[in-house]
């Protein structure tokens, strides 16, 4: 196969829209109501300080790795740098999980909002899952969606970071009009109880924040694509950070001023009914609200196809998953088969009904954390092992930053564990977790059995080198 290259036309605009739209994504549209009810207001708001906390740190680890290595696959280059070939798989197949469980929750979502705009419009039942009724019509949107994203995405990044900066504005004025709305006609009163289930509902909630932050790390899986120079490239990844940060928060703070209890509990999409009752029970507003939403699930799927392509298309290159996922597009150099791949889960996902929302973001967020757990070891190692390499975007401090990332990483591992009162799912979420791991298996045994050691060697030798002479 010929050397292929990435369309490296990324600039500062683009990449903060990939990153912050893939963060905010739908998720705060469709479950901040479970939020607040979980752990209350300000139990939730804990929770999302708790876990920004966490991913502001791990995020400074990736701004360091990702400007002193920016190829394709992020995560894949900087832990086998430190640690290896199982090393690199086990943390990029986590990703990837994390990646394609975002995928299918926007496929699930994305019908669910219809719901808001056209009540009734799921007919056709086909079966029950989890006491919840399949129809034809809400697979159908679900498909459709998966569809058209997916199509983006094949053809070329410069299409889709067009669309995705005109929605991440469509999300932000929708957005910045919720919180205006409900903080100016709200009242503090509905915010009680601030505090709900005690440390039992934040530690609930503190497990779904991985999920909810989940983006940042598609600025390094896209980082071939990236025109600009390695230092901002790490700036921008912070920057990204604690725009979400704050972006939960004040979400979370004007839905719980606005709505009581009880009116979270009898809405089907509290933000919706929040900013509608914020502008004088205004349904039109309440419908801007959702078409933000819309917004939300575009920029958040737009942005886990390009980084979970991009991750798999890194393993593949290396020999780790079937080579045929690592060509790209002769025209929009794009790595189409890996998109495609992705494109088949997000149609099989609606398949399964709303339950999956909560079990993907559950056994998603696992996945999400041993990779962020991977690349703060992977820092610590790499500043000890190669302290000379250069670092244009270089952490004060020593290793100190990665080992608060290490510590809160697995800290909030520890919390999907059984016996913890926030663990996974049996047997639903805990199958989708050892369903992924033994894939994972079977493919890398069969691609090191088919490629060999060497190949992948080469490859990685080969991607590390090139960077160190652009240094």
């Known amino acids: 196969m010929s050397d292929q290259n990435f369309k490296k036309i990324l600039g500062n605009r683009d990449v903060l829209a990939l990153a912050f739209g893939a963060m905010i994504g739908w998720g705060w549209v469709v479950t901040t109501g479970l939020w607040i009810s979980e752990a209350g207001s300000l139990g939730a708001i804990l929770a999302f300080i708790i876990g920004g906390v966490l991913v502001v740190f791990v995020g400074l680890t990736y701004a360091e790795l990702t400007a002193a290595m920016p190829l394709a696959g992020g995560e894949h280059v900087y832990s086998y740098k430190a640690m290896g070939r199982l090393a690199s798989f086990i943390t990029t197949w986590a990703i990837i999980f994390g990646y394609v469980s975002v995928v299918a929750f926007e496929a699930v979502a994305f019908p669910t909002?219809?719901?808001?705009l056209f009540p009734n419009y799921a007919q056709g039942h086909?079966?029950?899952?989890?006491g919840w009724d399949v129809k034809a019509t809400w697979v159908a949107v679900g498909i459709i969606g998966s569809v058209l994203t997916t199509w983006m995405n094949?053809?070329?990044?410069?299409?889709?970071?067009?669309?995705?900066?005109?929605?991440?504005?469509?999300?932000?004025?929708?957005?910045?009009?919720?919180?205006?709305?409900?903080?100016?006609?709200?009242?503090?009163?509905?915010?009680q109880p601030l505090f709900e289930a005690g440390i039992s509902g934040i530690l609930t909630v503190i497990i779904m924040t991985p999920f909810m932050f989940v983006g940042f790390d598609v600025i390094p899986q896209a980082a071939e694509e990236i025109n600009l120079p390695r230092k901002r490239i790490g700036q921008l990844l912070v920057i990204s950070v604690f725009l979400a940060v704050i972006w939960y928060i004040a979400v979370i703070f004007g839905v719980s001023r606005v709505l009581s209890p009880t009116?979270?509990?009898q809405s089907n999409l509290v933000t919706a009914d929040a900013m509608a009752k914020s502008f004088g029970n205004s349904q039109l507003m309440g419908n801007i609200l959702v078409l933000g939403g819309i917004g939300g699930i575009l920029t958040s799927w737009i942005g886990f196809y390009v980084g979970g392509s991009r991750a798999?298309?890194?393993?593949?290159?290396?020999?780790?998953?079937?080579?045929?996922?690592?060509?790209?597009?002769?025209?929009?150099?794009?790595?189409?088969?890996?998109v495609l791949l992705i494109g088949l889960l997000s149609v099989i996902a609606p398949f399964f009904g709303r339950p999956a929302l909560v079990w993907v973001v559950d056994a998603g967020g696992l996945g999400l954390v041993v990779a962020w757990l991977m690349v703060a070891?992977?820092?610590i190692i790499l500043r000890k092992k190669h302290p000379d390499m250069p670092r244009p975007y270089r952490l004060p401090g020593g290793t100190m930053i990665g080992w608060i990332a290490v510590l809160m990483s697995f800290g909030v591992c520890v919390l999907y564990m059984p016996g913890m009162p926030s663990s996974l799912v049996w047997p639903y979420e805990w199958i989708i977790v050892i369903v992924w791991a033994m894939l994972g298996m079977v493919l890398y045994k069969v691609s090191t059995a088919k490629y060999g050691v060497n190949?992948?060697?080469?490859?990685?030798?080969?991607?590390i080198s090139k960077i160190a002479d652009e240094s």
């Open 126 to 130: 086909l079966y029950t899952i989890a």
């Open 113 to 116: 909002v219809f719901e808001y």
């Open 377 to 379: 070891v992977s820092f």
């Open 312 to 338: 798999i298309y890194a393993l593949a290159k290396a020999g780790m998953l079937p080579k045929a996922l690592s060509e790209l597009h002769p025209k929009y150099k794009t790595p189409h088969k890996a």
């Open 263 to 265: 009116e979270i509990g």
């Open 154 to 191: 094949y053809r070329g990044i410069k299409l889709t970071t067009i669309v995705n900066f005109i929605l991440t504005l469509l999300i932000i004025i929708a957005g910045v009009l919720l919180i205006t709305g409900s903080s100016i006609a709200g009242h503090t009163q509905n915010m």
């Open 455 to 463: 190949e992948t060697e080469k490859s990685m030798e080969k991607e």
